[in-house]
Structures are given as C-alpha cells and as structure tokens.
C-alpha cells in the first residue's frame, strides 16, 4: 500500500511544485527525491511496516513478488531519471507535469502488482495508460508526435472496451469481480456458467486486452509508429517499466485460470509467441533507425516474456523478474545514449568508439544484453524463460525452444549492426556533449549488467530472503 499511496502523492507533489517554481534543475532534483522516498517506502513494505492501514476489502493483496517488482521498477525509474532526467526537462515548459505524469504511471504499476480484483486491474491499467497517452504527444509542435499520440489514444480505448467486456462476462459467471474462479451461489447467471461458455470468452478478451498492452502479435501494430513518433526520452520509459507490468498482470489473472480457456490455450499462446518473436525480429531487421529497430525488437523480446504464461511456473515467474531487470537496465541505457545522438540512423554511430570510448562500451554491454549474450543479464534472462518452458512441458516444448533460439540469434545480426557501426566504421557521429556524471552512470549500470549476468541468483534471492 506503501508504493500506491508515495507515487500518487509524488504526482500531487510534482503538480504543485510546478506551481512554486519554474527551474527546471530544481524540479528534476525534487523528482528524483520523491523517487528515492518512494522506493524507500516500498522497501519497507516487505517488512510489515505501513505508512497507512486501510481495509481494501481483498480487491488488493500485496506479495513479495509484486513487491519486488514495484522495486524493480522504480529502481529503473531512479536510473531513467538520473540518465535522461535532463533531457525531460527539454521536451517542452510543462516540466513538472511530465514528472508528475510518471508518478502516475508508477501508481498504476504499484495496482497491478497488486490487484485481486478484476476492477482493480481496470483502474490500474487506466491509470498507468493515460498519463502515456498524453507523454506520448508531449512534443506538441511536432506532427509525428501528434499522431502517436492520437494513434496511442484510439487503439488503447479499443483495448479498453475489449477489457470491460471481458470483464462484464466474468461477472455474468460468477457474479462478483474477483480474479479467482469462485462462482457466487445468489448468482441466478452462475449457472450459466456451467455451460462453459461466458468464463472462456470473457478470459479471452481480457488476454486479448492485455496482449495489445504487451504489444504482442498480432495486436503490435500501434507500437512502430508510437514508439518512434513519441519524444525518445518517453519512448524508453514506456517500453520498459509500462511495458514489463502488463505481464506481472497476466500471471496474477492466468496463473490459476489459464485451464479455463479450453485446450486451445495450448494452440493460442505458442502461436502468439512465435507470430511475435517472428514479427518483431524480421521486421527489425531490416529497418534503418535505430529507434524504430529499437520498437520492433521490444516487440521481440515480448515474445521471450510471453514464455511466463506458457509455463505458468515458479521458474517461469523468476524468469520474469530477472528479464525485467535486464531488460529495462538495457533498454534505459540504450535510449539514454541514443537521445544524445543527433542522427537516430545505423550511420549516425559510425566512428562512435573513437570519438566517445566510454559511451561506445557501454552501449556495446546493453546491445549485448538485450541480444541474449553470455556473461550479461539478457542470457540467463532468456535462459530463464527457455528453462521453464522445457520444465513444465518436457519434450512437447522442445521445438518451441528452438523457435525462440533460432529467432534470438536473428536479433543478434540488427544488435551488431550498431556495435558494428561503432567499431568498424568510419564517421564523425554526431553527439550532445556528455558530462562525466551521464558517463559514469552508463558505466555503472553496464557493470550492473555483467554483474547480473555473472550472478543471477543475487537479484533472486532477494524475493526469498
């Protein structure tokens, strides 16, 4: 209750602080403590202690896995800000709204680590999308930038509407809200239930919801174009943190309830992790922006993520864990860089080693982590997942395995075409200048990365222990 009650009072904070000042150094800096006050909260958290008791009548239930996740998060915020904190302040004049924005999207993630109630998760989602909705067209004079912003917009109320419909028929089967299957005995509908008809549908447009808001194939479609429309200082944040919780929320909803959608379950969800590995490395392969590279291979790595709900066990949700540290550490650090760059194309990077050594190795550590590299995070992050594919289904998940390993070794050839540009090619790249502050930072998550990666079991050992 902790993460809810810090980060709504962090947007409120962030609102008025607006009001007090116009220095945006002051803002940012205000920012970053209530963060810091935020994950201290969280923490706390795990050790019963409570900054307010409130009965929230079971539609909320708080674990250490969803509290370990709500710290993974605004760990990576804390980064998100220390690294691109400056640029933020670039988008335009409302500095502080964007900030408070952010804290915004942070309460709707500390919901759906959280919810136990199928109208929580609907308040969690809304909350957490329409601050990125308005992010999404913070860059108000420039028309890529509308048009994400009013594609964004359009496609997530349709998801939305898809949602509540779910929603709506769970209710009819079992007449209350829960996410547990526990058909209610005044219910008239419950026996309606029976015919086995309105809990699968509701659960499969619900799944459907949530596959829009993972961008998975083959409901991506909106991702290229916002992705790369959006200012890239919001792009990393949404395709991070917003993006990883969408599959803390299906595990919450499907861990006990996948069986309710039928035997088709066992079609749908290996047809929707190859449609997206193959729909997000393919494409990528051939685009010539390294941001919208950068959109379509998020893409890819949902489908690695997807593997939590095809396993749906314990390996699975350590997995996903450890995925969402590297991942977001990656992809925080690349974006950081890339904002930087005055030219976002593959030959924008040419010569980058000579010119910045430093900013050069430590976007070699997070192309190789995301690309699944032994000795950084992205490896057993992907082993993780491969493994609890293979401990769940035996032999019957062999060849989906090596689906997803013959589709990791396509992304490795866009990975390497910027490390390739950096290193092997000549150029003058084009690139802000960087205080040693940014640079050191980089550095030290690059190292948190070969740390990771090196010793996996110390970020899970901190769910247990």
């Known amino acids: ?127 957490l999308s329409i601050p990125l909705y308005i992010l999404t067209g913070a860059d108000k004079k420039n028309l890529k930038s509308n048009e994400a912003a009013l594609k964004y917009f359009l496609m997530g109320s349709f998801s939305t509407g898809i949602l509540l419909m779910g929603i709506a028929l769970l209710y009819g089967a079992s007449g209350n809200f829960s996410i547990e299957s526990v058909p209610s005995t005044t219910s008239k509908v419950a026996e309606m239930a029976n015919s086995g008809i309105l809990t699968p549908l509701g659960l499969l447009f619900i799944f459907v919801a949530l596959l829009f808001k993972v961008s998975a194939a083959p409901f991506h479609f909106w991702v290229p174009d916002v992705y790369d429309g959006a200012p890239s200082v919001f792009t990393s944040f949404m395709a991070t943190i917003a993006k990883a919780v969408g599959f803390i929320a299906f595990i919450f909803l499907f861990e006990s309830r996948i069986a309710e959608l039928g035997p088709s379950s066992r079609i749908i969800i290996p047809l929707v992790i190859i449609l997206t590995l193959l729909t997000g490395n393919i494409t990528a392969v051939f ?122 070794a396509v992304s490795v050839y866009y990975y390497f075409r910027v490390i390739q540009a950096m290193y092997f090619k000549d150029g003058d790249p084009a690139i802000a200048e960087t205080n040693s502050s940014f640079k050191v930072i980089l550095l030290a998550l690059a190292a948190i990365i070969i740390f990771i990666g090196l010793f996996p079991t110390v970020v899970l050992n901190f769910l247990y222990f």
């Open 1 to 127: 209750m902790n993460a809810i009650i810090l980060s709504a009072l962090g947007g409120i904070v962030m609102m008025f602080t607006g009001i007090f000042t116009q220095n945006k150094i002051v803002i940012k800096n205000i920012a970053i403590i209530t963060l810091l006050l935020l994950l201290i909260g969280n923490l706390l958290h795990f050790y019963g202690i409570y900054m307010i008791h409130v009965d929230v009548k079971d539609m909320l239930q708080f674990n250490n896995f969803g509290l370990f996740f709500n710290t993974i998060a605004f760990a990576s915020t804390l980064i998100y800000f220390l690294l691109s904190g400056t640029d933020i302040t670039k988008v335009g004049i409302n500095v502080a709204e964007y900030f408070a924005l952010i804290f915004f999207v942070l309460c709707g993630v500390s919901i759906l680590t959280s919810f136990h109630n199928l109208l929580m998760l609907f308040l969690g989602i809304e909350i």
């Open 287 to 408: 685009q010539q922006s390294v941001k919208r590279m950068l959109a379509y291979s998020s893409i890819a790595q949902a489908g690695f993520m997807l593997f939590v709900l095809y396993s749906n066990n314990d390996i699975s949700s350590e997995g996903i864990l450890l995925y969402s540290v590297a991942y977001s550490f990656a992809t925080i650090g690349i974006f950081a860089i890339l904002i930087k760059m005055k030219d976002y194309t593959f030959e924008g990077y040419n010569g980058l080693a000579k010119k910045e050594p430093l900013i050069a190795a430590a976007n070699t550590v997070f192309l190789l982590s995301l690309a699944g590299i032994p000795l950084t995070a992205g490896f057993f992050a992907k082993y993780y997942m491969l493994l609890s594919a293979i401990k769940a289904n035996g032999q019957n998940a062999l060849w989906l395995v090596i689906v997803a390993v013959l589709f990791a």
